[in-house]
């Protein structure tokens, strides 16, 4: 069976922020796109205050390329 992608983001990382409030009563959240793309969304700070180091944020390097993929499997 053919996979059928849905998604492919190249590029660098961009830390930005999503305006949530559209959706919610809440107010922005950072985003982190890849060619426009919301590929994670949240600071990965955890609830004490400490930066996660398992969240997304934190490992992509905003100076590298990198491609992101969504298929149909």
Do not use: C
């Amino acid at each position: 069976m053919k996979r059928k992608i849905i998604i492919e983001a190249k590029g660098k990382p961009v830390i930005s922020e999503f305006d949530k409030s559209f959706y919610t009563d809440d107010h922005d959240v950072p985003a982190l796109y890849i060619n426009g793309q919301i590929i994670a969304i949240g600071n990965g700070i955890d609830d004490w205050n400490i930066k996660d180091k398992e969240h997304l944020r934190w490992k992509l390097d905003k100076n590298k390329t990198y491609k992101v993929t969504i298929e149909e499997i």
